[in-house]
């Protein structure tokens, strides 16, 4: 079988920016997502898209790589610099209802989401948020849409129709195999994410994002949210911030003052 | 009582419990009734170790599907056996895969799923997770609101031990009925990763760490590493550069561990290295660059040259100790 066009779809997230303090608020302890950013873990899914549609002649080639995001309005900014960085299209599922979905919930409207894009071959997400980071929805989203799960993977090929991806284990390196349609997640081992440049900028202007409703994905409001999710966040306490200790400057002896101290927290 | 299921993996390393496992049995057994669901063989051996633990009831599968395919398998096992002795809870460990089959269980059950749990407590019959989240800025208590709780558990999060009075387990082998996409992603080959040798990065109390600072050679790093008896980690960019294995990167997209010491070497201090180490208890840094953000977060802090400082650190040791 040769190379044909491939129908991607890409995770991004929209996620609250880790270089500042991030923050929960509210009765249900959810996450503050003022400063947020695309979750620079699907910066890898979406380069492992780019590399396998650029290979086989992009978009011109017929290629499709669907950037798609949950998230309030302000999500779009996730698929804007996806489609910057030249993803084809976009799609934002953003719905009031929606706040306070746990990984069940996420995963349930993501899966329905897809299916609105017809057949897909490639499901590709990052290895996990980097606000949740549970790495539960690539797993969830495989069992509700029935695809080959080929996840955590640092390398990833397709062939005509069969998918080969490396799982790195701490006991074992793996070989995984599948035939398309697929979902894989890949780590930031798989590959080097590329910098929107000045032509992708102008590109993403012309470029089509879709915003879906969850009456437009055929769900109940009750489905998702802090009503359709199945767990609950019942307390949060914020650990007090860590503060610098003593720190000296090493004049020959800092070794033995290293052991000294060592030696006073009964740790030799 | 009702039953808790813990998930145990015998298709590597058949008729031993790994160290987690005997806490996710001493958990369960403090919520209910603990059943063990085996994926391969149920040995002798095995059996004993866990009626040692108070485990009444075993269902494995040896079915070739769990070792062949990815992960899903394993999660239908669990499922499927969750269903059969109507569990109100299955724990699992937090590996990438432990957390993948909670990720699917939860799916296949409708029930809940909690990861990452440093503690697992009972409240008026329900089983709450502590997790800590944000990079350590927050903990939090989570529960599952469904009839049924999946929660991946972290290694040490209660300490092992044995019932007041070991039981001799009912066996029973279950078949299980894999969904078609279960059996898609085909593992056509594994290659074992060499071992260091040295503590695992999860289990040690005190990890050296070392970073681009190291320049290529680790051995100031290993060196004081052994000498306490400790496990080594690395930044992603000593990782990335070859001067150590991956699997021993500490950071957001490495290990998340939180030993009673943890000494960093040459290491900037970057937010993911330490979204992965700054719920240490301790935290001792050494880095030749003062303004460097490691000594934000450090309780001793030495600027200077770890070429200098590690070498004179481990003679000294040696020194005391003779
Ligand atoms: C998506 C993503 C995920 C990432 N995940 C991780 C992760 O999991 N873990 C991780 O660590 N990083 C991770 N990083 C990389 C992270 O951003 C930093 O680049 C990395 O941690 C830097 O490693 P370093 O501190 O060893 O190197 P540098 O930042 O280059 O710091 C080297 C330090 O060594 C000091 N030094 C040099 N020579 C000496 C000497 N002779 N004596 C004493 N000190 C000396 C220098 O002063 C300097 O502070 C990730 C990055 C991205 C984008
Ligand atoms: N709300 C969301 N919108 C888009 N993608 C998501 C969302 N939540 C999770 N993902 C994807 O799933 C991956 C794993 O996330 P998690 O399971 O939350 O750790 C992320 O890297 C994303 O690719």
Redesign the pocket.
């Given at each position: 079988m040769e190379n044909s066009a491939l129908n991607i779809v890409v995770l991004v997230k929209y996620v609250p920016d880790a270089q500042f303090d991030r923050h929960l608020t509210g009765d249900a302890h959810t996450i503050d997502r003022s400063e947020s950013i695309l979750s620079?873990?699907d910066?890898?899914a979406l380069e492992a898209a780019l590399a396998l549609t650029d290979a086989r002649g992009g978009a011109k080639a017929g290629n499709v790589v669907t950037a798609l995001t949950l998230g309030p309005a302000s999500a779009a900014a996730a698929v804007k610099k996806s489609l910057q960085i030249g993803a084809t299209q976009g799609l934002h599922v953003t719905d009031d209802a929606l706040a306070g979905s746990d990984a069940s919930a996420t995963s349930l409207a993501l899966a329905a989401a897809i299916k609105t894009l017809g057949p897909v071959d490639l499901v590709i997400t990052g290895m996990a948020s980097t606000d949740g980071e549970t790495s539960l929805i690539p797993a969830q989203l495989a069992a509700r849409l029935g695809l080959a799960q080929l996840t955590f993977a640092s390398e990833l090929e397709v062939e005509g129709g069969t998918v080969t991806a490396r799982r790195d284990g701490d006991d074992y390196s793996e070989e995984i195999e599948a035939s398309l349609p697929a979902l894989v997640s890949v780590t930031?081992q798989a590959n080097e994410p590329r910098y929107p440049n000045f032509k992708g900028i102008i590109a993403a202007k012309k470029k089509k994002v879709t915003t879906v409703s969850l009456a437009d994905l055929g769900l109940a409001a009750s489905a998702v949210g802090a009503e359709g999710s199945l767990t609950t966040v019942s307390a949060a306490a914020e650990r007090p911030a860590r503060t610098a200790g003593t720190i000296i400057t090493d004049s020959g002896d800092a070794g033995i003052q290293l052991v000294d101290f060592l030696a006073a927290q009964k740790l030799i | 009582m009702t039953a808790i299921v813990v998930y145990i993996d015998q298709l590597d390393a058949p008729g031993k419990l790994s160290t987690t496992v005997g806490q996710l049995l001493t958990l369960a057994r403090g919520a209910g009734e603990p059943v063990a669901v085996v994926a391969g063989p149920a040995s002798a051996a095995l059996l004993a170790e866990l009626g040692a633990y108070g485990v009444a009831r075993v269902l494995h599968s040896e079915q070739a599907e769990l070792g062949e395919y990815l992960v899903a398998p394993k999660a239908d096992l669990v499922a499927q056996a969750a269903a059969a002795v109507s569990a109100s809870a299955v724990l699992v460990d937090n590996s990438p895969a432990g957390k993948e089959i909670a990720a699917r269980a939860g799916v296949a059950l409708n029930a809940g799923v909690i990861t990452d749990a440093v503690a697992v407590t009972y409240d008026g019959g329900t089983l709450v997770a502590h997790k800590s989240v944000l990079a350590g800025s927050y903990t939090v208590q989570a529960r599952a609101t469904s009839a049924v709780a999946v929660i991946s558990v972290k290694a040490h999060s209660v300490e092992a031990s044995l019932a007041a009075e070991a039981v001799i387990p009912a066996v029973e082998a279950v078949e299980v009925a894999f969904a078609p996409a279960s059996l898609a992603a085909r593992v056509t080959k594994r290659t074992p990763r060499a071992a260091s040798g040295r503590p695992e990065l999860e289990d040690a109390r005190i990890i050296v760490a070392?970073?681009?600072?190291l320049?290529g050679d680790f051995t100031p790093v290993e060196e004081l590493a052994d000498v306490l008896g400790a496990a080594v980690g690395?930044?992603?960019?000593?990782t990335d550069a070859g001067w150590i294995s991956h699997a021993s990167?500490?950071?957001?997209?490495?290990k998340k561990v939180s030993p009673q010491l943890y000494i960093s070497?040459?290491?900037?201090?970057?937010?993911?290295?330490k979204?992965?180490m700054q719920t240490s208890k301790l935290i001792v840094a050494?880095?030749?660059?003062a303004e460097?953000p490691?000594f934000e977060i450090a309780d001793f802090g030495i600027v200077?040259?770890?070429?200098k400082i590690l070498p004179q650190a481990v003679e000294e040791i040696k020194k005391r100790r003779a």
């Amino acid at each position: 079988m040769e190379n044909s066009a491939l129908n991607i779809v890409v995770l991004v997230k929209y996620v609250p920016d880790a270089q500042f303090d991030r923050h929960l608020t509210g009765d249900a302890h959810t996450i503050d997502r003022s400063e947020s950013i695309l979750s620079e873990l699907d910066e890898y899914a979406l380069e492992a898209a780019l590399a396998l549609t650029d290979a086989r002649g992009g978009a011109k080639a017929g290629n499709v790589v669907t950037a798609l995001t949950l998230g309030p309005a302000s999500a779009a900014a996730a698929v804007k610099k996806s489609l910057q960085i030249g993803a084809t299209q976009g799609l934002h599922v953003t719905d009031d209802a929606l706040a306070g979905s746990d990984a069940s919930a996420t995963s349930l409207a993501l899966a329905a989401a897809i299916k609105t894009l017809g057949p897909v071959d490639l499901v590709i997400t990052g290895m996990a948020s980097t606000d949740g980071e549970t790495s539960l929805i690539p797993a969830q989203l495989a069992a509700r849409l029935g695809l080959a799960q080929l996840t955590f993977a640092s390398e990833l090929e397709v062939e005509g129709g069969t998918v080969t991806a490396r799982r790195d284990g701490d006991d074992y390196s793996e070989e995984i195999e599948a035939s398309l349609p697929a979902l894989v997640s890949v780590t930031d081992q798989a590959n080097e994410p590329r910098y929107p440049n000045f032509k992708g900028i102008i590109a993403a202007k012309k470029k089509k994002v879709t915003t879906v409703s969850l009456a437009d994905l055929g769900l109940a409001a009750s489905a998702v949210g802090a009503e359709g999710s199945l767990t609950t966040v019942s307390a949060a306490a914020e650990r007090p911030a860590r503060t610098a200790g003593t720190i000296i400057t090493d004049s020959g002896d800092a070794g033995i003052q290293l052991v000294d101290f060592l030696a006073a927290q009964k740790l030799i | 009582m009702t039953a808790i299921v813990v998930y145990i993996d015998q298709l590597d390393a058949p008729g031993k419990l790994s160290t987690t496992v005997g806490q996710l049995l001493t958990l369960a057994r403090g919520a209910g009734e603990p059943v063990a669901v085996v994926a391969g063989p149920a040995s002798a051996a095995l059996l004993a170790e866990l009626g040692a633990y108070g485990v009444a009831r075993v269902l494995h599968s040896e079915q070739a599907e769990l070792g062949e395919y990815l992960v899903a398998p394993k999660a239908d096992l669990v499922a499927q056996a969750a269903a059969a002795v109507s569990a109100s809870a299955v724990l699992v460990d937090n590996s990438p895969a432990g957390k993948e089959i909670a990720a699917r269980a939860g799916v296949a059950l409708n029930a809940g799923v909690i990861t990452d749990a440093v503690a697992v407590t009972y409240d008026g019959g329900t089983l709450v997770a502590h997790k800590s989240v944000l990079a350590g800025s927050y903990t939090v208590q989570a529960r599952a609101t469904s009839a049924v709780a999946v929660i991946s558990v972290k290694a040490h999060s209660v300490e092992a031990s044995l019932a007041a009075e070991a039981v001799i387990p009912a066996v029973e082998a279950v078949e299980v009925a894999f969904a078609p996409a279960s059996l898609a992603a085909r593992v056509t080959k594994r290659t074992p990763r060499a071992a260091s040798g040295r503590p695992e990065l999860e289990d040690a109390r005190i990890i050296v760490a070392g970073g681009r600072g190291l320049d290529g050679d680790f051995t100031p790093v290993e060196e004081l590493a052994d000498v306490l008896g400790a496990a080594v980690g690395a930044s992603r960019a000593a990782t990335d550069a070859g001067w150590i294995s991956h699997a021993s990167q500490v950071g957001q997209t490495g290990k998340k561990v939180s030993p009673q010491l943890y000494i960093s070497v040459g290491i900037s201090g970057a937010i993911q290295q330490k979204a992965g180490m700054q719920t240490s208890k301790l935290i001792v840094a050494v880095n030749k660059d003062a303004e460097s953000p490691i000594f934000e977060i450090a309780d001793f802090g030495i600027v200077g040259d770890l070429f200098k400082i590690l070498p004179q650190a481990v003679e000294e040791i040696k020194k005391r100790r003779a």
